[in-house]
């Protein structure tokens, strides 16, 4: 896929959140003021595989238990599983909400967008306004949306917005403008909820973990892929492979009795690593076979985001007890030049996936139990620039995707001509933390305010039907 451009901003934001997953380390500020990100300071423990680079690692900030302990805790969350499920899928890199719902009805849009302007009927008009329309590689959201399974929020995020990738993006991570919150808000929702024995309950599909799922005292997990789950060895495979494997569990049994500290957590985390490989083993290709590719139904990539959601899908029509995940892009809609072109590829792979994958939910009949909130750090600015791309901007777009969703518009589109704040930005007209509030409330039942600072004062937004 043709990945868009992306401002140094956006790449330093990226190392530096790399950096999240060394175990137990500080990070070093890059710019004045940039936030620490959530999650700097958790342990991570695990394997680091030479061959496919991170599969599997369980972060947490207190002592893992044994590998009995947590398989028991595991199958007893597994049995009573079946609560609902909340998928946060980033789009990385500020997408420009302008394209994805774009306001041909405004009489200034075409003063605004001199070469990005598209024609009104270009693509789906858009039920609820008017004045808006889908792009046309947003048609499966359209369909979604007409089906009252997504709940449109056009101009979505908070006042006295930042225009960093970094602190923005940190901001919707923690769940409150704070710069020193190292916990994620979905990771603070686990550590009220969750248990000391499933790390499954947060899940993270990448190779680092979310700082949305940083939590303060439970673990949470971060795999790349199911299929990808193994403890390679060069020259080893067969029946030495299983040996290797019963010898990785006996040497984490003595692990966890010895006296050295050292000792003890490397056979906590063979233990545990040897407990999940279990678990996923039927998600892995037969000897000498390569990882199935996603049902037909997603579409096909290089990258590895439709493989990722296919993944969500499968594992939670497993049973396995999860609550929280996260999935980021692979496209990076940070568009600052000749936007045209990689935009439509990001938005048609994402739209194309999001439709699949609820689809997919459907189908397994998990889709009441779960809910897909798709959001990205800020929108970009209504006047494109001189290199035909959209630099940053303030309210973006956000969407809530499920068949419990309310499948209404939350906010509204305010116009161009009295929208737009002194610096020419589009202007909030829904708060994310209310969002996130609503959330919590109606699909987790779960009072808002230990986990969402300033819960009391925000506005609740109907979310879930």
Known sequence: MDRACSCNDFTRSALMRRGVAAAGAGLPAIEPGMPTPAGTGLSRRGFLLSSAGLVL????????????????????????????????????????????LYPAGDPLYGQ???????????????????????????????Q????????????????????????????????????????????????????????????????????ALAT?????????LPSDYSVWTQGVWGPPQTIMYNAFEALGHVGVRSRDVGMMASGQAALMSSTLRRQLLPFQPADGQSAPAPPSSYPTATDEFPARMAAVAELLGAGLP?????????????????????????????????????????????ADRVLTLVWSEFGRRPQENGSAGTD?????????????????????????????DPLGNLTETADFRSLYCSLIE?????????????ASTLARVRVVK
């Open 442 to 454: 109606q699909w987790f039942a779960h009072e808002a305010a230990p986990i969402i600072p300033g």
């Open 322 to 366: 999860i609550n929280c995940v996260s999935v980021s892009t692979d496209s990076v809609f940070d568009t600052h030049e000749s936007q045209a072109a990689p935009f439509a590829a990001g938005l048609g792979e994402a739209a194309q996936t999001l439709y699949a994958f609820q689809r997919d939910l459907e189908a397994r009949g998990l």
């Open 112 to 142: 605004y967008r001199t070469s990005l302007a598209l024609a009104a009927g270009a693509g789906p008009a858009f039920s609820e306004d008017p004045r808006l329309f889908w792009h046309p590689l947003a048609a499966p959201l359209a």
């Open 392 to 420: 940053h901007g303030a309210a973006g777009c956000a969407f809530v995707i499920g068949t419990r969703a309310a499948g209404t518009m939350i906010g509204e589109w305010p116009g161009l001509a009295s929208g737009l």
């Open 57 to 100: 690692s369980v972060y947490g900030a207190g002592r893992l238990l044994d590998a009995p302990a947590f398989e028991a805790g595991v199958a007893a969350a597994a049995e009573a599983g079946s609560g609902p499920v909340l998928v946060s899928v980033y789009l990385q890199g500020g997408i420009d909400s302008m394209s994805v």
């Open 216 to 224: 303060a005292k439970l673990p949470v997990a971060t795999i790349d």
């Open 144 to 211: 979604l949306h007409s089906e009252g399974k997504v709940s449109v929020m056009p101009t979505i995020g908070y006042s006295d917005p930042n225009q960093s990738h970094f602190t923005s993006r940190h901001f919707w991570e923690v769940g409150a403008t704070q710069a020193d919150l190292l916990t994620g808000w979905m990771g603070r929702y686990l550590d009220i909820v969750g248990t000391a024995d499933n790390p499954l309950q947060g899940l993270c599909l990448d190779d680092s973990l979310s700082p």
